[in-house]
């Protein structure tokens, strides 16, 4: 898995990481050190590229899922032979 940086997120998700930040300023009751906003951002990357991954696992599972067609119909091995053989 890639590591996600904050030029990969959207709008939204850049939003959340800002508003935790602002939580534990608020929980602190003072400025945060450079450390703890990072392991904020971390944190919140780590986060967000779960729920990323979650969401392509349901999207590669629907593809899956609506590629395979079941067919009554079992397979042929006389399709595949050349009534000649293979020249």
Do not use: C, Y
Not at 26 to 38: F, I, Q, V, Y
């Amino acid at each position: 898995m890639k590591k996600l940086t904050l030029k990969d997120l959207n709008e939204s998700q850049l939003q959340r990481v800002q508003v935790r930040q602002a939580q534990a300023r608020k929980s602190l009751d003072r400025p945060l050190t450079n450390a703890e906003k990072g392991k904020i951002k971390d944190e919140m990357l780590k986060e967000i590229a779960l729920e990323m991954d979650k969401e392509a696992k349901k999207v590669r599972a629907e593809k899956k899922k609506q590629k395979v067609v079941p067919s009554d119909e079992t397979f042929s091995w006389s399709k595949n032979n050349h009534s000649r053989g293979l020249r």
